[in-house]
């Protein structure tokens, strides 16, 4: 039997969404320290299934989960932060591995932030110069390597240590070193459990295939205490273990005859795809991507990148580059060196475009270092030296409908034309803004390549967001005028008079331009209408598959990404016949005139006809199948190639 054990403090909503994903386990432990809030009464009143044990004093989380530990029977514990969540297959792999691995005493899980995004869970032991390089130059050779960047992780491997918020330990290799230091109050706990572990004997393995999800703050970057902890904790284990030499994965200090030796560690990885493989190939393309947009909660364009990025680091042919030039946030770049290398160019964005602007310097290249291709995925492109330029336009909304832009989007009206004429190649993500670009800028088609978006595979193994419907009709994406907010909640209330029990309209997204007057003007209750905000990646996929149809009213798309995802998870779609949508969605939705009255007809014609729902779900996941990142990413890169010989 495998137990949960978790240790909180002062985090109840957290912990609440952790619960929820735990419900089937078997074994569940809660260990309450001290948080002096409602956490404790929350966990009694909600989860009487799990049991709570409540600490006298916040002594750490490595005392925690000792104390945590005595109250489970469990072969083996899988310790957690309250700002976890597991999903279906955690429990049957970390079950297979175990039953397989008898020499193993710790096993850790793969980490992924709540968009799916897999994030640094397993690492080399730490090196003089590591502390400070992973805050001060996190995308250098060092970090790299202290993060095992080199390693695919496509089955379980050895490593030096994993990270305590999604560990799996043997309760007898756990009682035989003694559990946590508790003289650790905060970090450094888990490497110290991990080194023991290999001083005795057992063996820590890590398999990404082994999800926990976690919501990962980085307060250490960001405040002075937690920053001090750390440098305290890491002082801490320096004399702890002073002179043992842990300076290479794969050679901790021998302490016993059974001791695996560096060469076992070697895992054959032939013809298994690689989460971040090796750029050492000749032929690939070297290509830097101005990646900015994904400095900030990405939306469309930041998805529409984080989708490349992922395909591109399944393939050999192509070594990329992201760099973010950015004051303050560059930093946020770094999270995605899973999948690329990473740049962040410390420098007030908005000087840096005006002076690209008026002059050649400085080129791309000064800031990349050599590459063949410079990528600008979000309408513009900076000089280069001697790489080729490929630029992006995703659509000319603020040419065609300024009045539903802000200043800052109408003036790519005036800066666009610069980058279409730095650019060798030029990406549109449909034929309809291929044809818009070319007729606007007055260039030919035959230097635009088209590489449409692929769909997402969305995380299914979130909860179920809180004060979600039994039955509603959704709309997901930014509301905004262009969106056609105004279409969407006057239609919406239109149905709502010709059919009362009409289910309520859920929206899940920020508010954009025009929204609050929409909402305003509306007359919607709370009961009919249901606005959640930004949701992570993992709710959208149970919310998608809850929706009983989606509505789509655009009125201007460069693409159509939402309506996309919706059937993918087999929502039937309601959408205008504009722009790009007929396209892109083709006979796999509903398709209606721009108008509040036309919708409104769509939406009740598609509520009162379960035949109808069915086709529309049944056309709609073979439509979105269509639709790929990894077409996406070879149609990107035929684009490379075409600038290169151009």
């Not at 809030?37 to 925690?64: H, I, K, P, T, Y």
């Not at 690689?274 to 994904?294: F, N």
């Not at 939705?589 to 779900?617: F, K, P, Q």
Request: glycine share 8%.
């Amino acid at each position: 039997m495998i137990s949960a054990l978790i240790v909180n403090y002062r985090t109840p909503q957290l912990l609440r969404r952790c619960l929820n994903s735990l419900s089937g386990w078997d074994e569940v432990v809660v260990v309450d320290n001290c948080s002096g809030d409602d956490s404790a009464a929350m966990v009694g009143a909600e989860f009487n299934w799990a049991r709570l044990v409540e600490a006298d004093e916040n002594r750490g989380f490595g005392a925690g989960a000792n104390l945590g530990m005595v109250h489970t029977t469990g072969e083996v514990v899988l310790l957690l932060n309250p700002d976890t969540w597991v999903g279906p297959a955690t429990s049957p792999a970390i079950h297979a591995f175990f039953d397989s691995h008898p020499d193993a005493g710790i096993l850790g899980c793969g980490l992924y932030d709540p968009d799916g995004l897999p994030l640094i869970s397993a690492r080399r032991f730490y090196a003089p110069s590591t502390v400070a390089l992973r805050r001060l130059a996190p995308a250098s050779k060092t970090v790299q390597d202290f993060e095992l960047l080199d390693h695919t992780f496509t089955h379980p491997e050895r490593v030096d240590w994993v990270a305590g918020s999604g560990m799996a330990v043997r309760r007898d290799a756990f009682e035989t070193v003694g559990g946590f230091d508790e003289k650790f109050f905060l970090y450094f706990e888990d490497v110290d459990l991990c080194l023991r572990m290999w001083l005795a004997g057992f063996e820590v393995w890590h398999d990404r295939n082994a999800p926990v999800f976690h919501v990962e703050s980085r307060a250490s970057a960001r405040s002075v205490r937690p920053l001090l902890w750390h440098l305290g904790s890491w002082r801490r284990f320096e004399r702890k273990w002073a002179g043992l030499g842990l300076t290479s994965f794969g050679q901790p200090p021998e302490a016993a005859e059974t001791r695996p030796k560096p060469s076992d560690y070697a895992v054959d990885t032939t013809g298994l795809t690689p989460l971040r493989p090796k750029r050492s190939h000749e032929g690939a393309i070297r290509v830097g991507i101005e990646a900015s947009v994904l400095l900030d909660a990405p939306t469309g364009v930041g998805r529409s990148l984080e989708g490349l990025v992922k395909a591109f680091a399944e393939r050999d042919d192509i070594d990329p580059t992201l760099i973010a030039v950015s004051f303050r946030k560059t930093g946020r770049v770094h999270r995605y060196r899973t999948l690329a290398n990473t740049r962040a160019v410390r420098l007030p964005a908005r000087p840096m475009q005006n002076l690209w602007a008026h002059s050649k310097l400085p080129p791309a290249e000064w800031l990349t270092g050599k590459i063949d291709v410079f990528h600008g995925p979000n309408y513009f492109v900076p000089p280069t030296a001697s790489a080729a330029s490929v630029v992006t336009v995703h659509d000319i909304g603020f040419v065609r409908h300024p009045e539903f832009h802000t200043p800052t989007q109408r003036a790519l009206a005036e800066s666009l034309p610069q980058s279409l004429k730095r650019a060798r190649r030029i990406i549109t993500v449909s034929e309809f803004t291929r044809d818009e670009v070319a007729e606007w800028a007055g260039i030919s088609t035959d230097l635009i390549d088209v590489v449409p978006h692929g769909v997402r595979k969305l995380p299914t193994e979130g909860p179920r967001p809180e004060g979600l419907p039994d039955e509603y009709l959704l709309y997901a994406g930014t509301l905004e005028s262009r969106k056609g907010a105004e279409i969407l909640l006057g239609a919406y209330s239109l149905a709502v008079r010709a059919s009362s029990d009409l289910p309520p309209l859920v929206i899940a997204g920020a508010e954009g331009l025009g929204a609050s007057e929409a909402i305003a003007g509306s007359g919607l209750d709370d009961g009919k209408l249901i606005r959640l905000g930004r949701v992570d990646d993992s709710e959208l996929a149970k919310i998608y598959e809850g929706a009983s149809a989606f509505v789509f009213p655009s009125i201007y798309e460069g693409f159509g990404m939402p309506p996309l995802e919706a059937m993918a998870e087999g929502t039937p779609v309601i959408a205008t016949a504009t722009s790009s949508l007929p396209e892109v969605l083709g006979d796999a939705a509903l398709l209606t005139e721009a108008s509040a009255d036309s919708v409104a007809e769509g939406i009740l014609r598609v509520m009162g006809d379960s035949a109808l729902r069915n086709d529309l779900s049944s056309r709609g996941v073979k439509r979105a199948s269509t639709f790929t990142w990894q077409r996406s990413a070879e149609l990107a890169i035929e684009s490379y190639r075409k600038a290169m010989e151009t």
